[in-house]
C-alpha cells in the first residue's frame, strides 16, 4: 500500500509540473483564507500519529489537531489536503493551500523554497534495533554502523552529515556519527521492516522520530529503541515564499498556544509526552 501511494504520488507530482512559476502569494494567503471563510492545510494522509485518516475517513493525529486549533483563532474552517511531498518543499503551491502542517524540519535547502514559522514542537530523533538484536545498546553504539533511513527526509540527510537546519530553529547539537553507511528505504516504516536476519538488507538500525518508532511497537513491529537521542528535530509550519502577513499571524497564534498550554495539551493527547519543548539530549 505505501509503495503504491508513493507511485501516485510521483505521478501527481509530474502532473503539477508544468506551469508552476505562478507568483507565490499573488493573492495574499491570509486575505484569501479571511474572504473564503476557510484554510486549506497540505498534511500527510498517512503518517501516524501525526496525521492520518482512521477508519471511517476523517483526520487524526497531532498535527491535524494542531492545525484545527490555528483555524479556530482564526475564526475560520479549515480543509485537509495531502499532496505529494515533494510538491510541498518544492514550494510552488499556486494558491491551492494556504500552510503546511506536517511536521517539517525546517532546513536551509528547504527555506530556499519556503517561509518557515516558530517550531511548534520538537521531536527526539531516536535510533531502533530488530527486537532480538542485542549487539548495539546505545545510540554511541552507532559508529561504523549501517543505517536504515527514510530517502529524501531530515535523517537521511543527518547520516550523510549535511543536515543544515535553519540556525534560528536548531535547539541542540546533533551526535556526529563516524563511518556510518546511510540505506534509503520508501519511509521509515519500510525501513525498520528491513531489520532482522530474515530480511537481508544487511541494515544495524534505523534511525526516525521518537514518535513514530514508538507508534510502530505499539502496531507490534519487532524493534527495540536504543538508549539516548540523536538529536531534537524542530518540527515548523510552513507557507509560501513572501506570505509575511500569514506567516506573522501564525506566529502569534503559536505563541499563544504555547503559552496557555494548548501546544503541551495536544502533544501529551497524541504522544503520551510533551514535546512542545526541546529536550535536553540524554
Sequence with gaps: MRALRAL?????????????????????????????GKIVVAVNDDYAPQSFRDGSGRWQGFDVAVASEIAKRLGVGIEFVAPPWELVVSGRWRERWEIAVNSMAATKPRAKNLDFVVAYYFAPVRAAVFKEDQRLRSVEDL????????????????????????????PQP????????ARAFADEWAAAEALGPAAGSGIDAVIASEPVLTSMMKDDYPIRLLEGQV??????????????AMVARLKEILREM?????????????????????????
Excluded at 543527518?158 to 543536515?163: D, F, I, K, S
Excluded at 546533533?174 to 553507511?181: G, P
Excluded at 503559552?259 to 539530549?281: C, V
Aim: glycine letters at 10%; hydrophobic letters at 45%; one cysteine or more.
Design 258 to 282: 504555547r503559552g496557555d498550554g494548548t501546544l503541551k495539551r495536544l502533544s501529551m493527547e497524541w504522544f503520551g509526552t510533551d514535546y512542545s519543548q526541546p529536550a535536553p539530549l540524554q
Design 143 to 170: 559508529h561504523g554502523k549501517v543505517i536504515g533511513v527514510c530517502t529524501g527526509c531530515s535523517y537521511e540527510n543527518y547520516v550523510l552529515g549535511r543536515l543544515d537546519i535553519v540556525q534560528s530553529f536548531d
Design 231 to 244: 538529536f531534537n528535530e524542530p518540527l515548523a509550519i510552513a507557507a509560501e515564499k513572501g506570505e509575511f
Design 8 to 36: 501516485l504520488s510521483a505521478l501527481l507530482l509530474a502532473a503539477a509540473l508544468p506551469g508552476l512559476a505562478a507568483p507565490a502569494g499573488a493573492a495574499g494567503a491570509l486575505d484569501r483564507v479571511f474572504e473564503r
Design 174 to 181: 546533533a551526535l556526529a556519527l563516524r563511518q556510518v553507511e
